[in-house]
């Protein structure tokens, strides 16, 4: 518990330090672009090293294009792994169909009940696999982070561009 008391007053104590080191570009830009965090955009814009070495307001519009370009990449990375598991759910689905077409059949023969509830039961449980191969138990959209992400990045590099449209900069 010390150890974290300790490392606690340290962040804090160089928190100053940090918040002065924000280049004024930085600084000035982030506070004249509009529908965006100051805050949140002097954070992205300080933490990528081209960002924060940028001396003008075009070095920060590359960095921030930048910094989208490689959210936006990695989010169609994301996007092409959830089609690879709704195609997999697809997959899931068209089994069940074929359980239960199965099942159905097999009670219109008046077949077995064992193995009627053997496809019904196997049947109900495959959406439990959909569910794991796209969310993992979750109820959220899957990709609203990154969209959410992507939005805010993609403005910071509008503002920027057209601070600089305007002479603004």
């Known amino acids: 518990m010390q150890t974290l008391t300790v490392l606690f007053f340290l962040t804090l104590a160089m928190l100053p330090g940090l918040i002065a080191s924000t ?20 954070g992205v814009l300080s933490a990528e090293p081209t960002g924060a ?36 759910c697809i997959g899931y689905y068209k089994h069940m169909v074929d359980l239960i077409v199965t099942a159905v059949d097999d009670l219109h023969k008046g077949r077995d009940a064992e193995l009627i509830y053997e496809n019904l039961y196997q049947a109900s449980y495959t959406p439990l ?17 990154e969209n959410s992400e992507n939005q805010a990045l993609a403005r910071i ?10 002479g603004r900069s």
Request: one cysteine or more; charged letters at 15%.
């Open 53 to 88: 070495s940028a001396i003008d307001t075009r070095g920060l519009a590359v960095a921030a294009a930048n910094l989208t370009v490689h959210n936006v990449t990695s989010t169609l990375h994301m996007m092409g792994d959830l089609v690879l598991e709704l195609n997999a």
């Open 157 to 166: 590099a509008s503002g920027i561009a057209f601070l600089m449209w305007h």
């Open 23 to 42: 280049s004024s570009v930085i600084n000035t830009t982030c506070s004249k672009i509009p529908e965006i965090s100051y805050h949140y955009c002097v």
């Open 129 to 145: 696999d959909c569910d794991i191969a796209l969310f993992e138990g979750a109820e959220k959209n899957p990709m609203q982070e």
